[in-house]
């Protein structure tokens, strides 16, 4: 694994001139088996993320068959898993570098459906699966669906509800904590804090540890922070004022941020909602105010990025995803309401777009895909950001037109074809756009969810049913219902971060290095530092995994390694930067 680790550390290193010349390359897939491959049943990739190391991990749904009833069955390497009652069960599965199986847990429930929606690693290596539980409010109001994972069981108190498990590296469960009420949206580490961060929508009265949120008739947002014994350490929440029939309050997206800080996306008719000392009122009947609020690792709310709608038209965009930069900017992929539609100094109209928020709440560079005057715009499933801020998505092509991203044409063959484009915000300008590969004539095929590694390699999670082409690897799937979840992996996607001398600045020293996890690395100035000189450790994600700060007058410092996942990280020590490799 040595080699492995040095070697994506070199290219890293030297590799940034050429990355810009190479081009997105389908190099892998892989898919569950499944023992009865012309079944109804059904397996869809929800959610998906990456190690340090390069291992992935699948988080989705076991869909029992819809005609026959038969329980979905999927083989992971040597572990099969077979859904339980109700319509869905969830799993979730780590694949190796090389895409090898190495476990797989499911998540079952006696209701009505439940799966596994989110997945968040933290730099010990232990994995928190985020799954959601969906019963008929009219049937069951109480909930009352027990949700067993492994030897852990959760029984739900409302119709919906979500639940939380984590697992040890070896795939083995650890805990299991239950929340009713809530829809979570989105998840990610605060590895400074060492909390696993949650957020997205709640109706009712929810509490959570020691907080109770505002009591919600309709639907509020809610961002919490758990610890890594399972307990609950902060919550905030906020719902509108608005009673009327037509008041609105949705949230549509959030997004977890490197450093703990979250970002919800959410739109509000006819009513107004207070966050910290921002009050954001709408008074109109029939056009909804959209809002980007960004809420600290502290739980302050630091901006309330305000948009009307354009015109006549009801919404100001559709918000599809929500990710969050190494940085802190905060990127939005959506599609524009109407004509006239402004986003800080850039207009979007009706088309598709991707744009890009900074911590302070002010709109920067914007791109928008063209639909050559057809009703309907792209679709964007899929969002990621690459270490140089990037901006990586997937989506679907609905008509057989030529789109247009930026001066780029993509001519589509086919309806409903899938593509994979990334914009530079530095240039303002789109990097690439390319059709995904074909399913065959009597299949489906989309994507879901999308992750990018250190290296710029990015890996996409879905379903599909007939025959595709991922380069050299076909997968198949023969059924004519139901169909099987797959990832594949697209190298040379994004761009890796380049580690560069900054010019005056002379290098650190960082030793041993490669460094065995568990023995601290000494960093060595090479002057004393002239005052408090802070250090951040990174993982291959852009997450701060240890912060520290170099006295003044000093000239080295530790850098703890303990409970760190083996992999490449880059520590920053002011305008300084180093890789470490932890083994």
Request: charged residues 10%; neutral net charge; glycine residues 12%.
């Amino acid at each position: 694994m040595r080699h492995i680790y040095l070697t994506v550390a070199f290219a890293i290193t030297l590799g940034l001139p050429a990355a810009h010349a190479q081009t997105p390359t389908w190099t892998a897939a892989v898919q569950p088996a499944n023992p009865t491959p012309t079944d109804d049943t059904g397996a869809l990739g929800r959610s998906l993320t990456t190690d340090a190391a390069g291992n992935q991990y699948l988080a989705g749904v076991l869909q029992n068959g819809g005609g026959s009833g038969a329980p979905a069955t999927r083989v992971f390497g040597s572990t099969s898993l077979t859904g339980g009652g109700g319509f869905a069960s969830g799993f979730v599965a780590k694949l190796s570098l090389s895409q090898q199986w190495l476990w797989a847990v499911k998540a079952t429930g006696n209701g009505e459906a439940l799966g596994f929606e989110h997945v968040v690693v933290n730099p010990a290596g232990d994995t928190y699966a985020i799954g959601a539980v969906n019963d008929d409010g009219s049937i069951s109001p109480n909930g009352g669906t027990v949700v067993t994972v492994g030897s852990y069981t959760y029984t739900t108190t409302k119709a919906e509800a979500n639940f939380i498990t984590r697992l040890n590296a070896n795939g083995q469960p650890q805990a299991l904590i239950g929340l009713s009420g809530t829809r979570i949206l989105a998840a990610g580490w605060d590895a400074t804090a060492g909390n696993l961060v949650v957020a997205g929508e709640y109706t009712g009265t929810v509490t959570l540890g020691s907080t109770t949120l505002p009591a919600a008739p309709s639907s509020g947002l809610f961002v919490a922070r758990l610890n890594a014994a399972g307990q609950w350490v902060s919550a905030v929440g906020a719902t509108t004022t608005g009673t009327a029939s037509s008041s609105r309050f949705v949230v549509s997206q959030t997004a977890v941020g490197p450093q703990g800080q979250v970002a919800v996306a959410f739109r509000i008719r006819n009513g107004s909602v207070t966050l910290g000392s921002t009050t954001v009122n709408s008074t109109s009947a029939t056009q909804a105010t959209h809002v980007i609020a960004q809420l600290s690792a502290t739980n302050q709310w630091t901006a309330a990025t305000q948009v009307a709608a354009p015109g006549t038209s009801s919404v100001a965009y559709i918000t599809n995803e929500l990710q969050y930069d190494r940085t802190g900017n905060v990127w939005l992929a959506g599609e524009g309401g109407g004509p006239g539609l402004q986003l800080g100094s850039s207009t979007v109209n009706e088309d598709e777009f991707v744009a890009r928020l900074s911590p302070a709440g002010q709109w920067g560079a914007v791109g928008t895909i063209g639909h050559s005057g057809s009703p309907s715009a792209t679709n964007t499933y899929g969002l990621a950001v690459d270490a140089q801020g990037n901006a990586v998505l997937v989506g679907e092509l609905p008509n057989v037109i030529t789109y247009t991203f930026g001066t780029r044409t993509l001519a589509n063959p086919t309806a409903g074809r899938n593509f994979v484009a990334r914009f530079n915000p530095t240039t303002q300008s789109w990097d690439y756009a390319q059709l995904a590969p074909a399913i065959s004539t009597d299949g489906q095929f989309y994507f879901e969810a999308i992750t990018l590694d250190a290296v710029g390699n990015m890996f996409a999670t879905g379903t599909f049913r007939g025959n595709i082409s991922f380069g050299a690897t076909t997968l198949a799937y023969p059924a004519s219902f139901g169909g099987n979840a797959f990832v594949a992996k697209l190298s040379n996607a994004g761009l890796p971060l380049g580690v560069r001398p900054t010019a005056g600045v002379a290098p650190l020293a960082l030793y041993p290095n490669p460094a065995a996890a568990g023995t601290p690395a000494t960093l060595r100035l090479p002057v004393a530092a002239p005052a408090g000189l802070p250090v951040t450790l990174r993982d291959a994600l852009g997450r701060a995994v240890r912060t520290s700060t170099i006295p003044v007058g000093k000239l080295e410092a530790t850098v703890a390694t303990a409970g760190l996942a083996p992999g490449l990280y880059l520590l920053e020590a002011g305008a300084q930067r180093a890789q470490l490799v932890v083994e």
